[in-house]
């Protein structure tokens, strides 16, 4: 079956610190990965994506998350966060067998504390 | 930058009602997709449409749902006879080709009373 997992529900981390948060996925097919964010009462927006090449990505706000095929994951990462980044981090993933929706994850929110 | 806009932002409808979300995506795209997302909750995929028709739907997008392409640039969801459980965020998307980054409208909070 096709699911993807975010096991962490709530992430706190000092400002300054570096974060992790985690993403599985399982999958028969080949997959596309991507990362959202979603600030209070906003809507969501593309942070990052893995559709080929590189295993690495990163975006332009300091987050980078790779591709591992063997451990089927996608973690975020980012070696020093803002007290700006605190939002909900959401991994989805679209499976390659004909249907173009994404599966989410059940979001993992970072807090950044001061 | 091009963006998908969603209208209203917030509606408010009585139990029974009929409701109709408003999506314009991205001239250029292809494919449209409608996902609700229920307060702490995941986001749900509903439906996708291409080729002004429904090209793969969930479970929860029962009879009660219908989306259409009424002209070359919106795109609707239309619940008949809303329930309370029906009160999410609904989330507009389009993407230019199938399998590609999807972008996201800023959501509609529909409350239903």
């Known amino acids: 079956a096709q699911s993807v997992t975010q096991l962490d529900s709530q992430v706190p981390v000092f400002e300054e610190a570096p974060v992790e948060l985690r993403c599985n996925y399982s999958?028969?097919?080949?997959?596309?990965l991507f990362w959202y964010v979603q600030y209070p009462n906003q809507g969501l927006q593309l942070l990052l994506k893995?559709?080929?090449?590189?295993?690495l990505v990163e975006s332009i706000n300091g987050f980078e998350a790779e591709f591992n095929k063997s451990q089927t994951s996608f973690h975020l990462r980012k070696p020093s966060v803002h007290i700006s980044d605190t939002a909900e981090y959401f991994c989805?993933?679209?499976?390659?067998?004909?249907?173009?929706?994404?599966?989410f994850g059940s979001g993992t929110r970072l807090l950044v504390r001061p | 930058e091009p963006e998908v806009t969603q209208t209203p932002s917030h509606q408010v409808t009585q139990m029974g009602q009929e409701v109709i979300l408003r999506c314009v995506p991205i001239?250029?795209?292809?494919?449209f997709y409608w996902y609700r997302q229920i307060l702490g909750q995941k986001v749900e995929f509903l439906v996708s449409f291409y080729n002004n028709e429904i090209s793969e739907k969930s479970e929860i997008f029962d009879d009660q749902f219908s989306v259409e392409r009424p002209d070359g640039s919106n795109f609707t969801l239309k619940i008949r006879s809303t329930k309370l459980e029906d009160s999410a965020m609904y989330f507009c998307a389009s993407s230019e080709v199938g399998l590609a980054e999807a972008f996201f409208g800023q959501g509609t909070r529909l409350t239903v009373v």
């Open positions: 989805a993933v679209s499976f390659m067998d004909s249907s173009y929706k994404l599966i």
């Open positions: 001239s250029n795209h292809l494919y």
């Open positions: 999958s028969s097919v080949s997959v596309y």
């Open positions: 893995y559709l080929s090449g590189s295993t």
